[in-house]
């Protein structure tokens, strides 16, 4: 059972009681109560020594903990550095891609009307020709 600053003191307490509950035992002391409250002073301080002990090595284990949990921090703030340039660099080609797309858009948009303006032309030449040239199409051998 660990030593606990109640039952150190508990203890030496039942010690001067049954020392002085003794009848063949002299009246005690002034030096000897003295004695006594030093026992249960040491008693205590080395308790607290034990305690403090405790509490340091606790210090030391956390500080080590945290030290641990620091590198991955940091492990993690590298990777998720690193996650983030890559993730930048596919949302630019993302956008290159929709940009890319918006030009198509405006080229087909621009080509329709154009196409339509070409197989005009190319059937009034056609027409033209075939009432030239006997019914001939332009482009038959």
């Known amino acids: 059972m660990p030593l606990t600053p109640e039952s150190a003191a508990r203890d030496i307490d039942a ?56 590198e991955r921090m940091d492990a993690l703030q590298k990777s998720l550095d690193g996650n983030t340039e890559v993730t930048t660099e596919v949302r630019d080609i993302l956008n290159g891609v929709k940009l890319g797309f918006k030009v198509l858009n405006w080229v087909g948009a621009a080509a329709k009307p154009l196409f339509k303006l070409v197989a005009f032309i190319a059937a009034a030449y056609s027409t033209w020709y075939a009432a030239t040239h006997n019914g001939k199409g332009p482009w038959v051998p």
């Open 15 to 70: 010690a001067i009681v049954d020392e002085m509950m003794r009848t063949d035992a002299p009246a005690p002391s002034p030096d000897a109560s003295r004695d006594a409250h030093i026992r249960v002073l040491l008693a205590h301080s080395r308790h607290l020594a034990a305690q403090i002990h405790d509490l340091v090595e606790g210090q030391k284990a956390t500080d080590e903990r945290l030290d641990q949990g620091s």
